[in-house]
């Protein structure tokens, strides 16, 4: 059997529900016109600004008194370049629509759930893989976003110091897999709650 039906929920439950999916859809919407907005800004190869990650990086900026300079430790920063190679602009570009599929595929199975949820099915195989999918979107998107966005960033710093430039680093966040990590916890509990909910209904 695919669903173990438990009891409906309630009209609150309904409307925190509605409210969950009413905030997917904002969400989905804003993401796709923000993916938009940057490839737009990407294509055409003229001013990209690409966020440029630095290591142990001392800059002097204007923060003293009547304008003086003091060192300040730089991790990241924003660059304006023209004329990036080919392979970097595809590189910005990917890593946008991976951040684009991450939130849509994320979305649709929260919404899905939700709409699982107002039947009164909360522990089915449905509900286990669709929380297996996000943890597994999670660790790929991460994979894949940190791959493109260091190939854009040092495709960047190559290009306004033609090469001369011998700073490149990785990109790198953890938060995802982690995540990854907790839904993946949140997957077995669900198929854990799956089991016992048809060992009960065999005793019925």
């Known amino acids: 059997m695919n669903a173990a039906p438990t009891s409906r929920p309630t009209r609150s439950d309904r409307v925190d529900l509605w409210t969950v999916i009413t905030v997917g859809v904002v969400v989905a919407v804003f993401a796709l016109v923000n993916a938009i907005v940057r490839i ?36 990241s ?47 089915s195989r449905t509900n286990t893989r669709l929380v297996f999918t996000v943890s597994i979107t999670l660790i790929v998107s991460a994979t894949l976003a940190s791959l493109f966005t260091t190939m854009g960033s040092n495709g960047a710093f190559a290009t306004l110091s033609e090469g001369s430039y011998d700073g490149a680093v990785a990109t790198a966040n953890l938060l ?17 709650g799956e089991r016992l909910s048809r060992e009960t209904e065999g005793l019925v």
Request: proline share 6%; hydrophobic share 60%; charged share 10%.
């Open 40 to 75: 737009v800004s990407i294509v055409p190869n003229k001013n990209v600004d690409v966020l440029a990650p630095f290591f142990d990086t001392v800059a002097a900026l204007p923060l003293g008194p009547g304008g003086e300079l003091v060192d300040v430790r730089v991790d």
């Open 176 to 192: 995802p897999y982690f995540a990854a990590i907790g839904l993946g916890a949140v997957a077995l509990a669900f198929k854990a």
């Open 77 to 123: 920063a924003i660059v304006t370049v023209s004329d990036l190679p080919v392979v970097v602009v595809v590189s910005l570009v990917a890593a946008v629509l991976v951040e684009l599929a991450t939130t849509l595929i994320i979305v649709v199975c929260a919404m899905v759930l939700c709409r699982n949820l107002m039947t009164g099915t909360a522990f």
